[in-house]
């Protein structure tokens, strides 16, 4: 579970990187089920089955990479005993459940954006899923999407990936200018953010197949443009900005039952351990009464993290201070690294107990992180960063 | 084209330290076409009939009659042949010196018929002489797919020895199914049933001759209702792990586990015969290394192959959990069968200690039978008990034997035993 993840995909480049245009790729068909999938792929999104890791496109000759896959898997070994991992997922020798590739894989469109999702202890499947999309000029753009799909419904595992891909390329695209000012900015991307979700639920609904348990996931997005910082959600999924020198933020509100209680006055560590911590009130899927986000933007005036996350990690660590000093630690021994430092935070909350999927998406803004030695000195004093968390009544975002 | 699914109940949850996994796997057939009408080839059906001299008037005359029920039900094109057995065997049909089978049409089933009618009670009983020609007579047609096979006997194998049978029956083992019947009450269940299950058939008692025609056109209809050939179960399990018993639950107890025939170091086949549009349960038992709490593994792959083609597959798996609400759950369908093949067991120690004269045994068994076939809500088998023993009190199995019992009661018990009900999912 916290082994580093099967098919080569660690800092994978995508060939978006630089342009913000998400190139089409070789459009391929699954050999399970005919969908389109797009060389690279790990997994059909029509279908989820896994996909043969493919060569990458330097690589591959322009006649064969239009061509289907001949073998549509490829053939696996057992990381138990080595034998060969059959169809149903099993080793043929020893039995032992064979790691899918779903059940932890990484992204790193640039070198500091990066994120890991992990199936955790706990749970059979993994269910999280993430998507990203950076620039390669660090702190230039980056978008980051978390969906955490819910277990009691029917194949959330593919509809949350669906979900946070087809964000992902809505967002990896847009470039929301406004009318120049910053206010106009926030305004235009928090607008890209709702055709995001839009898009999100459209691919939770296309995978939703007839059944009690329609299949659904939570929804969050951050979108890095320079020094501008907005988040969209829905659920209970999470972004973060801890700031090096300022007061680390919690930027998304719940949409949860324990959110409820904490507008309520009940403290936030018990509201998240009651017994319906993690019914979410919102959610996306094609029985979600409204799956509009809420959006909150933010003035990134100094270096730091953007944390965007599932609720697996936030489980064993909620409030902002707390995270930010997890991450902290953690760094110091995982490197300032985005990659490691999301798979080091990840182990942990394995460490932890790994009740729930694991999903930790980082973006570093500003300068690399500080080194041990230069301890912050003046933190205290230095101005939060504005924050404006945008809950328009009638579900339009702030003009 | 025929259809196999396979479907597994179980607990898959073992406690920590816990090796064995329990699992009842339906499997189910649909679309199998009729006997000889598959591409696989050409079927063959044998009626062998007892024509001793302990038959008499009255039985030869309804075995003339059951014999022409079982010929009007064989389809045309099917290969076909009739044996007269007393203490040799003789095939009555086709008429002469020669192993042969004909092709079923018109003029063959009027020949078959006659040949039928001219049958007399005569000599004694060598029932593996009959299994013998029979293995012979199918073997006379090159290439058959499919043989089935009816046999009918009165009394006991008296003339040949017990060793005589089982070379008999070993010879004709994997080449054809029979299905056995016992008319009256001068033949041993036992027996027959040893005939019958090494040859993958049922055995069951015909209590009076006037119902032997009516049986005979139900076997054989079922025979050519099964329109895949042969199908075999195939268990894997992991390495270091044991299959512990393989046994068939629904519609008869049979157990399997010695039938294994090895297909790689890790899986067994065990032959199944021919299938017709039905559903048929398993019991597949595996003991697994105990792995630690929150691991999971597959404890058995249990497959149907038909020409060596795997058609359908269940998965049998096995998770460690400290959770004690999930780990000491029985599953329903495992508890069912569990206690079917128990009640089977009891009926056939506890008549067995009643011959044997092992009074205080006997009530024992056939008190626990009592007390399982209410259990399990097996409500033939406990109407078939209440003829054997008096039930005091049926949830504690506390039961008398019967002064005065019907040997046919007793047999019916017998034969009855290894039918099971089939649990509620």
């Not at chain 1, 099993?90 to 070198?111: I, K, L, N």
């Not at chain 2, 302990?54 to 290969?79: F, P, T």
């Not at chain 2, 095939?91 to 020949?111: I, N």
Request: negative net charge.
């Amino acid at each position: 579970m916290t082994e580093p993840g099967v098919g080569g995909v660690v800092g994978q480049v995508e060939p978006s990187v630089g342009d913000r245009s998400q190139g089409d790729g070789e459009r391929l068909s699954c050999p399970s089920c005919s969908g389109p999938v797009t060389a690279g792929d790990r997994f059909c999104e029509a279908c989820g089955a896994e996909l043969a890791p493919s060569p990458s496109s330097a690589e591959a000759p322009a006649d064969e990479a239009s061509a289907p896959a001949d073998k549509p898997w490829g053939a696996r070994s057992c990381g138990e005993c080595g034998g060969d991992v059959a169809d149903d997922g099993y080793c043929t020798q020893c039995g032992a459940r064979a790691a899918s590739p779903r059940d932890h894989f990484t992204e790193q469109p640039a070198p500091w954006v990066a994120a890991v999702c992990d199936r955790g202890v706990r749970h059979t499947r993994n269910e999280d899923a993430v998507a990203l999309h950076a620039g390669r000029e660090p702190g230039s753009h980056a978008v980051l999407v978390v969906c955490d799909g819910v277990s009691s419904s029917t194949d959330s595992d593919v509809a949350s990936l669906a979900a946070a891909r087809a964000a992902r390329d809505v967002l990896a695209v847009s470039d929301p200018q406004g009318q120049g000012t910053a206010a106009t900015r926030v305004a235009a991307t928090a607008k890209a953010l709702e055709s995001a979700a839009d898009a999100a639920n459209e691919a939770v609904v296309a995978h939703t197949s007839a059944g009690p348990n329609p299949a659904s996931c939570t929804f969050v997005a951050a979108v890095v443009d320079e020094s501008l910082l907005v988040v969209g959600w829905v659920g209970d999924s999470r972004a973060y900005w801890l700031s090096d020198v300022g007061e680390p933020q919690l930027l998304t509100i719940d949409d949860s039952f324990a959110a409820e209680q904490i507008a309520d006055g009940v403290p936030r560590a018990d509201a998240e351990r009651g017994p319906q911590a993690h019914a979410i009130t919102r959610w996306l899927g094609i029985d979600a009464p409204d799956h509009t986000p809420r959006t909150a933007s933010l003035d990134l005036s100094g270096p730091g993290w953007v944390l965007v996350c599932s609720d697996g990690l936030w489980n064993y660590c909620s409030e902002p201070r707390d995270v930010a000093t997890l991450v902290e630690e953690t760094s110091r021994g995982s490197g300032s690294d985005p990659l490691q430092l999301a798979g080091a935070l990840v182990d942990w909350a394995n460490a932890q107990g790994g009740k729930d999927n694991i999903t930790v998406a980082l973006a570093r803004v500003g300068a690399p992180v500080r080194t041990a030695t230069a301890q912050p000195t003046a933190a205290s004093g230095l101005e939060p960063a504005a924050y404006r968390e945008e809950v328009p009544p009638d579900g339009n975002v702030l003009s | 084209m025929a259809t196999f699914s396979a479907d597994v109940y179980q607990n898959e949850f073992l406690p920590d330290g816990g090796t064995d996994v329990h699992a009842i796997v339906t499997v189910s057939c649909a679309g199998a076409g009729a006997a000889g009408q598959s591409e696989s080839g050409d079927a063959a059906e044998i009626v062998i009939v007892d024509t001793s001299g302990s038959m008499g008037e009255d039985k030869i005359r309804a075995v003339q009659q059951a014999a022409a029920a079982a010929l009007d039900q064989v389809l045309d094109g099917v290969w076909c042949a009739v044996i007269a057995g007393n203490h040799q065997a003789r095939l009555a049909f086709p008429v002469g010196s020669e192993l042969a089978m004909v092709r079923m049409d018109e003029r063959a089933r009027a020949e078959a018929k006659a040949a039928v009618a001219t049958f007399w009670a005569d000599g004694g009983t060598a029932m593996g002489t009959w299994l013998t020609l029979a293995t012979s007579v199918f073997a006379s047609v090159p290439g058959l797919a499919q043989k089935h096979a009816i046999l009918l006997t009165d009394g006991i194998n008296q003339h040949e020895t017990p060793e005589q049978l089982s070379a008999a029956i070993e010879n004709a083992r994997g080449q054809f199914q029979c299905d056995c019947r016992g008319v009256g009450a001068d033949w041993q269940v036992a027996e027959v049933r040893r005939i019958a299950t090494a040859l993958l058939g049922s055995v069951d008692l015909i209590a009076r001759p006037e119902e032997m025609a009516a049986d005979f056109e139900g076997i054989i209809r079922q025979s050519m209702s099964r329109g895949v050939a042969e199908a075999s179960l195939r268990v894997w399990a992991p390495q270091g792990a044991q299959v512990l018993f393989v046994r068939q639950v629904s519609p008869t107890v049979e157990d399997l586990t010695p039938r294994r025939q090895e297909v790689n170091a890790l899986t067994g086949a065990y032959p199944t015969g021919s299938w017709g549009d039905e559903s048929r349960d398993y019991h597949v038992a595996v003991r697994l290394p105990a792995k630690a709490v929150g691991q999971e593994q597959l404890a058995s792959r249990v497959q149907v192959a038909v020409n060596d083609t795997v058609v359908a597959q269940g998965l049998v798996k096995a998770m460690w959990s400290n959770d004690d609400t999930l780990t000491t759950r029985i599953d329903p369908a495992v508890a069912h069968y569990t206690g079917q093949a128990e009640l089977a067991e009891a009926i056939q120690d506890g008549l067995a200690a009643k011959a044997a004269g092992d009074t205080d045994t006997a009530t024992v068994k056939l008190g626990r039978a009592v007390q399982l076939a209410a259990e399990t809500g097996n409500d033939e088998a406990t109407t078939r008990l209440r003829k054997i023993v008096e039930i005091e009190d049926a949830g504690t199995g506390t039961v008398r034997l019967r002064r005065s019992v019907s040997k046919l009661d007793e047999m019916a018990l017998d034969t009855a035993s290894t039918k099971t009900t089939r649990v509620k999912k």
